[in-house]
């Protein structure tokens, strides 16, 4: 909740300041609990959040995001129906 709230204020102060321009932002918050780590990643805009998994001996990339492109049609879509501008 903590991050959704953070990213949430971003947003919020970014659209006041200009409505025309564009940026990108990635997060990642670690907890542990009861011996587990938990990883939690949010990311807007054309960036990607990428994990080292070494369990195995070799490190080993895995995704944590998907990047948010405009060439998407899903992307265009969801930018144009909550009103923004796709330039």
Known sequence: AAL??????????AQAAEKDSGCSISA???SRSKGKLKL???NVG???IMLADSSCGNATPKS??????????QEAARI???GGLII
Do not use: G, N, P
Request: charged fraction near 30%; charge should be negative.
């Open 64 to 73: 944590m995001s998907e990047v948010h492109r405009t060439e998407t049609r």
């Open 46 to 48: 054309d960036v990607r």
């Open 4 to 13: 959704s709230a953070a990213l949430a204020t971003l947003d919020k102060e």
């Open 28 to 30: 990642v918050l670690m």
């Open 40 to 42: 939690f990643a949010a």
């Open 80 to 82: 144009l129906h909550a």
